[in-house]
């Protein structure tokens, strides 16, 4: 499995993107980040996107991939979250208002993105990976996945607060390789952390205890930018020398 970091920032200003990351070639994980990144050709191998929940800055590229690939591709895109991400989706962007709804363009039968639910704590087959949705806490129904090919398994947490069902599976999974997860906020602003449903440094040491697993390589995003010096501070505060801050542009091959 490969891993690419197309954007790991929980905001965005110049050299800083929202979260989105490419598996493989043709499946996103989030997409907060796609087309500013990838070349045209690169966007049109895309298959699917998986969903953690519909805050903007894990959604807003859809609907601009979705316009530059269209009359490029012969099937659709797709859209794969829980039944009710997707139907904030639906409801809210891709509903002809905010945005063309390109479930039905350019044909019912034929459109350019497609939503694909599946069921918390249920595997989904998507090419040569699976994955499988485990609810988070934050503040909108959030869900982090354990994605698998034939060897490997990652965790990504999506957005979250303190929480407990993904920890428990990723303390079970015999071929985890990787853990995704987030921090952000500095430890000094843990309250506002809590109530957005978020983590600091010290808030992810916490929660990678319930994990167990000491020698997982555990990748940080979802930084806020302007707080970022002092995230990394904290971060090299908890003397953990498996947990890295992701950067844009980082690959990594598992
Ligand atoms: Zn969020
Ligand atoms: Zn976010």
């Known amino acids: 499995m490969r891993i690419r970091v197309l954007g790991c920032y929980g905001a965005e200003m110049p050299g800083y993107k929202t979260s989105g990351f490419l598996i ?5 994980l989030d997409a907060g980040t796609v087309v ?15 969903i953690s929940h519909t805050h903007l800055d894990h959604i807003k590229d859809i609907q601009f991939l979705a316009d ?8 659709p895109i797709n859209l794969i979250s829980t039944n009710g991400v997707l139907s904030v989706l639906k409801r809210n ?24 639910s599946v069921q918390e704590k249920k595997e989904l087959s998507i090419g040569e990976l699976t994955v499988k949705p485990i609810a988070t806490t934050h503040i909108v129904e959030t869900v982090g996945y354990v994605i698998k ?7 990504y947490t999506g957005d979250t ?6 920890w428990k599976i990723a303390s079970r999974e015999s071929n985890l390789k990787a853990v995704f997860a987030e921090v952000s906020f500095p430890n000094k602003m843990a309250e506002l952390a809590d109530v957005s449903g978020h983590l600091t440094a010290k808030g992810l040491g916490k929660e990678l205890k319930k994990m167990g697993k000491p020698e997982i390589p555990v990748y940080v995003s979802h930084m ?6 002092i995230i990394e501070e904290d971060i090299s505060d908890l003397e953990n020398k498996k947990i890295k801050v992701l950067k844009q542009g980082d690959i990594i091959e598992l």
């Open 149 to 155: 090919d034939k060897k490997n398994a990652i965790i």
């Open 224 to 229: 806020k930018p302007q707080y970022l010096n």
């Open 93 to 116: 962007i891709l509903n002809d208002i905010v945005w063309p709804d390109f479930t039905t363009i350019p044909s019912k039968d034929k459109p350019i993105l497609k939503f694909l």
């Open 68 to 75: 530059n690939v269209m009359g490029k591709r012969d099937k």
């Open 161 to 166: 607060g303190h929480t407990e069902e993904i």
């Open 24 to 28: 493989n070639e043709n499946t996103l």
């Open 36 to 50: 500013s990144v990838l070349s045209v050709e690169e966007q049109i191998k895309i298959n699917n996107i998986i």
